[in-house]
């Protein structure tokens, strides 16, 4: 289907698609689709802003029974900021229809969800420890549900939920179809897929363009200064309309953050030591455009939807690369451009180079006083410092070698070979030295 007004989806379905401002499906959208709708259980990779979310609400939708007061899907997701974003757009799809949503994820009352379920969903959204739960419970009937749908199923597994997935998918309905969404599908899981999935359905979307495209990758070196002044002189040679700034850790994210603000910006952050109650307030306040800076840990960079993210600031890379595609894939969304500045110290060019082979065309650059200015490339000074030690070894082989008194026949060759025994012995010391 080239359009979305060419599928047969029920009325209520196509105003909402519409509404959204849904014309034509995404790739992803367009592959899984039609497999969600024949009931064929799939496994979706596909880098994040692609589209996944839907091409899996907006099936599911469509297969609802609403005059079945019974569980008939459930859709995990690894942390809660994701699960309550894709209630929220399970909501838009349902709105003035009769097909009962709920959201459930950890760090909320758990008697108070048991309380809700008195009345069986058709289709519940949430993490996966409180699924389970709620399941062991006996408040929520699993049993009635042929569809799941793992989300991130690579961060679940780094995160160890696939264990509490097995616990409640092993009482859901033989003839499970179980659709799995994940950016990279990682050796270990495959057990886990094989234990559900008979032949699943294999769709793989723009693998070999891991890096969003209309983004501007920057690459600014640290140098002698703190990192935290070279992050606030980036920061003054930008005005974003949102940018985030990742870190790795919580206490690290915290930091910057603080530092930030004693240097009179107003910054937003999301980490997991924000209570439940925090975050949301947070991620509201970021939607409200309350912030013009965020400070975040990689929580933030697994596929939670924030509107308008200009710039994404690295200030220091991450410990798993892959998350390096995930960070960046915060901009340049829905067809507008972005930038990624990347804050580097000499100790990380090897995994800047690991990052160029996956594909990223970094350029070099300085900020001072707000000005930028393009340097020459990191490893000019390298190539220099080899050229010159190639030259010394040569003019040492050209030295030791002299062309003989009496010339005979091949000369020439024999002289190159005694030049290049002293070259590779020359070499062999410089090494040695190094």
Do not use: C
């Not at 029920?10 to 497999?35: D, H, W, Y």
């Not at 409180?130 to 009635?144: F, G, M, P, Q, S």
């Not at 010394?392 to 050209?398: F, G, L, P, Q, W």
Request: hydrophobic content about 35%.
């Amino acid at each position: 289907m080239s359009k979305y007004a060419d599928y047969d989806f029920q009325p209520f379905l196509q105003k909402a698609i519409s509404k959204l401002g849904f014309t034509e499906p995404t790739p992803i959208q367009r592959e899984m689709i039609p497999v969600i709708l024949k009931g064929k259980s799939a496994i979706g990779q596909a880098h994040t802003g692609t589209g996944k979310t839907h091409s899996f609400l907006i099936p599911i939708v469509q297969r609802i029974i609403s005059e079945k007061a019974e569980l008939q899907a459930i859709i995990t997701s690894p942390t809660r900021e994701l699960a309550s974003q894709i209630f929220e757009e399970l909501n838009r799809l349902t709105e003035g229809t009769e097909i009962q949503s709920k959201l459930f994820i950890g760090g909320t009352d758990k008697q108070r969800s048991i309380d809700k379920l008195k009345t069986q969903p058709h289709i519940v959204v949430g993490t996966p420890g409180r699924i389970r739960d709620l399941v062991k419970e006996n408040a929520l009937l699993v049993h009635t549900a042929p569809i799941l749908v793992v989300d991130e199923a690579d961060l679940a597994f780094d995160l160890g939920f696939i264990e509490e997935i097995d616990a409640f998918a092993g009482k859901m309905p033989d003839s499970l179809e179980m659709y799995v969404f994940s950016a990279t599908i990682p050796e270990r899981l495959q057990p886990f897929l094989k234990k559900y999935m008979e032949s699943p359905v294999h769709i793989k979307i723009g693998l070999k363009k891991p890096a969003a495209e209309g983004i501007d990758f920057t690459l600014v070196p640290v140098r002698s200064k703190s990192k935290k002044k070279r992050l606030l002189e980036v920061m003054e040679g930008i005005n974003p309309y949102l940018a985030i700034i990742f870190t790795n850790t919580r206490s690290n994210a915290d930091s910057v953050a603080n530092y930030l603000a004693e240097a009179g910006y107003r910054v937003g952050r999301i980490h997991g030591d924000l209570s439940p109650r925090e975050r949301t307030r947070m991620m509201k306040q970021v939607r409200d455009l309350e912030y013009q800076y965020i400070v975040a840990t990689d929580l933030a960079a697994r596929g939670i939807d924030i509107q308008g993210v200009s710039h994404v600031i690295n200030f220091e890379l991450p410990e798993d690369l892959e998350f390096f595609i995930h960070r960046v894939g915060r901009t340049a969304r829905a067809g507008l451009e972005g930038t990624a500045i990347t804050l580097y110290e000499p100790t990380d060019e090897d995994a800047i180079v690991r990052i160029e082979k996956m594909g990223i065309p970094f350029v070099h650059k300085d900020v001072k006083d707000g000005e930028w200015s393009e340097l020459k490339e990191r490893h000019t000074r390298k190539n220099r410092k080899t050229e010159k030690v190639a030259d010394e070894i040569d003019a040492k082989a050209k030295s030791m070698v002299r062309k003989p008194k009496k010339v005979k026949p091949g000369y020439k060759r024999n002289m190159r070979w005694e030049m290049d025994k002293v070259k590779k012995r020359e070499r062999r010391i410089k090494n040695r030295k190094k």
